[in-house]
């Protein structure tokens, strides 16, 4: 079965799955999806932000940028450098990720030596999951920029994904604890345990520092027993209220990550059918631009693969 239809097998089976047609209050995150697709904005696919296009286009356009060949070699090399990643922040809004994948390319064609193009372009890859390609990339940047942190948590991704358990708790320990935004670190501490988790550690740890305010704070407790599944609502629901002022977490947002966290640890206790349910929603959600939708089709893919191979 080709990927896009093991995706569309799995959104469409998620409502008659025997994981899901278990009792509600079991699993209240995808009563709450179900709930929000009825309503949900179409606008999703999109990037907040993220520049228009055609203008991107037109710019580089206007700019009369040379060759690749030749572009690292020109006084403007820096600017067209950051013409062709416009067009590939432009490509990623729209889920294009094979062309902001090229566009990042030619950025890096004008600056070779420039960290966050590479990353930039490891990123794209492995939401096309090109996750070969997605290494060799991040690999360069953390060659030139080894202590960058956005780069290790990207190279921590690509470890989890690819079940090098040791890689991936060595990458997240370092992004929690060295990732200056301590909500963005949460981010860091969720992996860092979840990976944990899946390489059989009985008892995960976070790195001890001070958490961030706000959201992702109650996924923090729900991976450490102290929140249940249940209590993620009312959270999650608060994403849309006005007095919200964090960035990047209305409810739709919130609900993708709680998807994938709590589908992750499902699956660590060895529920994979539950698993496969938790990110078969957040799929659905067309949150693209989150690294938790990138990571839950990786995700999906494998589980398809592995409870194939045990159903021959």
Known sequence: ???????????????????AAEDASD???????????KNRRPDMRVTPGAPALRQAEHALEQANAPTDEECAGKIGATRFADLHADVGTARVGQGDFPGAATAYRRAHACRPRDAQIL?????????????AGAREAINKSLAIEPRAVNSNRLAGNIDFVAERWADA?????????????????GYGQLMLWLAQMRA???????????PGEGWPQPLLLYLRGEYTEDELITPIKEGDDEFNSQPNTSTDERLCEALFYVGEAHWARGRREVARDYFAALVNIKVIYFLEHGLALAEIAKLHKEMGAIAD
């Open 119 to 131: 990353a930039a372009l490891a990123g794209v890859l492995f939401d096309a999951r090109d996750y």
């Open 200 to 210: 059989g550690v009985a008892k995960p740890e976070y790195v001890a520092r001070t």
């Open 27 to 37: 699993r209240p995150l995808l009563d709450l999806a179900r709930e929000l697709q």
């Open 1 to 19: 079965m080709k990927y896009a239809q093991v995706i569309i097998a799995c959104l469409l089976g998620l409502p008659g799955s025997p994981a």
């Open 169 to 185: 708790v060595a990458r997240f320990r370092y992004v929690s604890s060295s990732d200056p935004d301590r909500v963005q670190a």
